[in-house]
Structures are given as C-alpha cells and as structure tokens.
C-alpha cells in the first residue's frame, strides 16, 4: 500500500491507538503526522512494511516520545509520561475498543454540538479544518476554533477517553449514532469536492455501526442505523456513471447492487421493527429495503414507502424528512400533489439553503411538463449547490430542460 492508501484507509485507527497510548489529542495527532512524514521518506527507499498501520503506531508513539523531551513545559511530567509510553511498547493495539473509545470521546455531550461531527470528521476519519469548514459552509478559522475548543475541553474537564458503561451508556449512544450517520452521509454524498463518493468514510461508518451492534446487540435502533448504512451503501457502485455524474434510482444498474450486504441489511431491519416502536433509524431502513428489494423502479412499492415516510414525520418532524415525505408521495400519488408539499416547505424558509429542495421542485416540475419552471428551479438549485459532481448533474438537467422550454 502508498502512503497516500494508508493515511485514506487507516488514520482514523492509527490515530485512535495512538490517543489511547499518548493521552492527549493534539500530542497525538502531531506524532501521527509526523510519523506519516517519516514513511514518505521510508517507504519510497525501502517499501512499505509488511504491516503499515502497525509500523506508524509505532513510530508515532517513539515520535511523542521524543516530543516530551524536546518540551521543556512538561519536565516535571517527562519521566512518567517515558515509563507510561515504554510500557505499553510491546502491547497489541486494541484496534476496535480504541476507535470506539475515539467516537465515544469525541461525541461527550460536554462538547458542543457542533464540535462532535467536526471533531470525529478531523480525528477519526482524518479529514482536514478546510475540508471540514467546507462541508458545514463556515470559514476555515471558525472551525478550526472549535476543534481547538473542543480539545482543550476534553484535556481540561479530564474527560475520560473510554466507552461509558451502566446508565451512561444509553444517554450518550443517540449523538455517537447521530455523528456515525452523519460520517457515513459524508461519504456516501460528499459536500464538497469534486466526487460525489467518499468510500472511505462510508466504510468506516459501517465498521463502527458494526462495532455499536456489538456493544448494544438489544437495541433495535443500533440494528437499523447499520442497516440503513449496509443498504444505502450496497448501490454505491451504480450511483455514478463513467464520468462521475449522479445516476438516479431508476438510472441505476440493479444487477450490480451488492445482494450480500442487502440480505444482511434486511435481517437487520426485520430484527429493528419487531420493537414495540420503531424508531426513526428503523423506519429509514426500512425505506431502504423497499427501495433495495425492488427488482425493478417501475416495480417500486410508492405507497407503502409513503406510509412509512408517514410514520417518519410524525416521530421526528425534520424539514428534510418532509422534503422526503412530499418525494415520496408525489411518486405514489402523482408529482402535483408532491409539488404542493413542497412549495409548503420552501414557504416556511428553513430549508432555504439546501439545494436538494429545488433540484426536487424542478424535477417535479418537469415531470408535469413545466419546462420554463423547472429550468428557473434548477438555476435556484445550481445557485446552492457545492459538490462539484452534483453541480455538473444539474447543468446536464438544465440544459435538457432549457432545451424543451424553447423548442
């Protein structure tokens, strides 16, 4: 593997270990970062080890190491902080305890909201202030503050860097498994950049809602959450064409979606609905498996994913639910009635800044024959729009649209 693999396919693990060793974030993520400076060099003469992400951890833990001697600030602390990392030299990092420790650490409910996604983006999933200031649309020092708030928060509080156990353990799983679909959305539809997938944060969200399985095998939620995961990511393969343009459901290869993980999926949604009452994650699922379990568009079951987007509402009320709800409905009962719907949500202004409800007016619209409309909702949809790939599918949609109105 390059290094460039490596750092896309396991920072998030190297890092995680490495907190658990040094005790201190920034401590730690400067001893990553400089232990990935050392195998550029390393790996270009010699090639990579034969086990690359054990071969940073250790270089990093020898680079913190080497950071305590070179601080004069922490002398009194040195010696034992030498013992401390020495000790644990010969033990086998505990890959899966310590990402989940990060993930619990990182979502403590003393952080701010915000800083939880921004820090577990930045940690676990290794990606940068710049890249993470442009997914949430705020300036670079703005979030790069609140990592900094964030970190000193936890040094300062003495916030424990473990899993909570008995009663404290079901209060803090909501906002890890909040943060964990937020990642996997990350990856699964990217925000910024110039694709519109990100594997490699999907794949990690999937191992953790794997390891949250583990920790909580009775919680229907945790069930759904990963097999809404599992099921969104079985199509990933077809989402984009050669050019990396979004391909839409009914666009999409179905021969191609991964059958394994939409049986392992489904398993886990029946498992998640035997509860007295499902919650919001199951009822997504479920979406999924209908979407999934389809063995064509035409054959898709509309009114039934409607109902359920039904139940959705009214258990968690969100304006991007709604937008769903009206999607749905306008597929089942035809676009004007979803078109209705949604011009009582751009109403109300909260959604505003997000683009996906104009992309969805405008196609509505062009469904219906309104061509001039639907062109003047995919230049509003264009004007919001900050993933490159999903820039390029709404001019594509444009221009086809402009052409019919003037034909």
């Not at 270009?44 to 690359?52: L, R, S, V």
């Not at 989402?239 to 939409?262: F, H, K, M, N, Y």
């Amino acid at each position: 593997m390059t290094v460039e693999e490596v750092h896309r396919e396991h920072y998030g693990r190297i890092l995680a270990t490495v907190i658990r060793l040094v005790g201190d974030f920034d401590r730690a993520e400067e001893a990553v970062q400089e232990a990935f400076a050392v195998a550029v060099e390393s790996w270009a003469i010699g090639g990579a080890p034969q086990n690359p992400a054990a071969w940073l951890v250790s270089t990093a833990r020898h680079k913190a190491i080497d950071q305590i001697r070179r601080d004069a600030r922490r002398d009194a602390r040195r010696e034992e902080l030498e013992r401390h990392l020495r000790g644990r030299a010969g033990e086998e990092p505990p890959e899966e305890e310590d990402r989940l420790r990060l993930v619990f650490t990182c979502c403590h409910p003393a952080l701010a909201p915000e800083a939880r996604v921004a820090l577990t983006l930045r940690t676990l999933c290794g990606l940068t202030t710049e890249e993470i200031a442009r997914a949430f649309v705020v300036p670079v020092p703005t979030l790069a503050q609140r990592l900094v708030r964030a970190k000193a928060k936890i040094r300062d509080a003495g916030i424990a860097y473990l899993v909570p156990a008995g009663d404290a353990l079901p209060e803090r799983l909501s906002t890890v498994m909040a943060v964990v679909y937020l990642v996997f959305n990350e990856g699964y539809s990217a925000s910024f950049g110039p694709a519109l997938l990100r594997g490699e944060l999907s794949r990690e969200a999937i191992r953790l809602g794997r390891m949250l399985v583990e920790l909580m095998p009775s919680s229907p939620e945790v069930k759904g959450l990963l097999a809404l995961m599992l099921l969104h990511d079985a199509r990933r393969a077809t989402r984009v064409d050669a050019s990396g343009l979004p391909l839409t459901l009914e666009e999409q290869d179905r021969a191609l979606w991964d059958r394994g993980q939409i049986a392992e999926g489904a398993r886990l949604v029946e498992a998640a609905l035997r509860a007295s009452a499902p919650g919001p994650y199951a009822l997504q699922a479920a979406i999924a498996a209908l979407h999934a379990q389809a063995p064509r568009a035409a054959e898709t079951d509309w009114p039934q994913i409607a109902s359920l987007y039904g139940l959705l509402v009214r258990i968690h009320p969100t304006p991007v639910v709604e937008l769903n709800f009206a999607v749905a409905v306008a597929m089942a009962d035809g676009p004007q009635r979803g078109l209705d719907l949604l011009e009582r949500i751009a109403g109300r202004g909260e959604l505003q800044r997000y683009h996906l409800l104009p992309a969805a007016q405008a196609d509505l619209l062009r469904r219906l024959g309104r061509a001039g409309d639907a062109a003047a909702a995919y230049r509003r949809a264009l004007a919001l729009v900050t993933n490159d790939a999903e820039r390029r599918y709404l001019e594509k949609r444009l221009a086809e649209t402009a052409a019919v109105s003037r034909a």
